[in-house]
C-alpha cells in the first residue's frame, strides 16, 4: 500500500508563485510515474501534470507554460512549480502513483491522500 502526503499549499495573490510537494513511501519510488491532480469546488478530478520514469512529462492545457513536474528519486518525492497562478488555479492538489504511466494519465486510483489546498485570491 502507497503512502502519499502532499504539502507546501496556501495562499498566493494572482501572479505569485508556489511550489508544493508529494513524499512517497510503501512503494519503490523509482519505478512508479508520478500524477498531480487537482478538484476545485463542484469540479470532477483532473490530471495536472505527470512524470514518467525516465522524466517524460505530459500537462494538462490549462497549465503549460506555467507549471512544472519534477521529481526527486533520492527524497521519494515529486514536486509542482506553480507559476503565474490564476484564481482559477485554486484548488485541492493531490498526487498519486502508479509504475504504468497511462495509469497516471487515467487518473482513476482507488485511494488518495489528504490533498494539500491552494487558494489563489487577492
Known amino acids: 500500500q502507497v503512502q502519499l502526503v502532499e504539502s507546501g499549499g496556501g495562499l498566493v495573490q494572482p501572479g505569485g508563485s508556489l511550489r508544493i510537494s508529494c513524499a512517497v513511501s510503501?512503494?519503490?519510488?523509482?519505478?512508479?510515474?508520478m500524477g498531480w491532480y487537482r478538484q476545485a469546488p463542484g469540479k470532477q478530478r483532473e490530471l495536472v501534470a505527470a512524470?514518467?520514469?525516465?522524466?517524460?512529462?505530459n500537462y494538462a492545457d490549462s497549465v503549460k507554460g506555467r507549471f512544472t513536474i519534477s521529481r526527486d528519486n533520492a527524497k521519494n518525492t515529486v514536486y509542482l512549480q506553480m507559476n503565474s497562478l490564476k484564481p482559477e488555479d485554486t484548488a485541492v492538489y493531490y498526487c498519486n502513483a502508479h509504475p504504468f504511466y497511462g495509469a497516471v494519465l487515467a487518473g482513476t486510483f482507488d485511494s488518495w491522500g489528504q490533498g494539500t489546498h491552494v487558494t489563489v485570491s487577492s
Open positions: 512524470i514518467g520514469t525516465g522524466g517524460r512529462t
Open positions: 510503501g512503494r519503490i519510488f523509482s519505478v512508479n510515474s
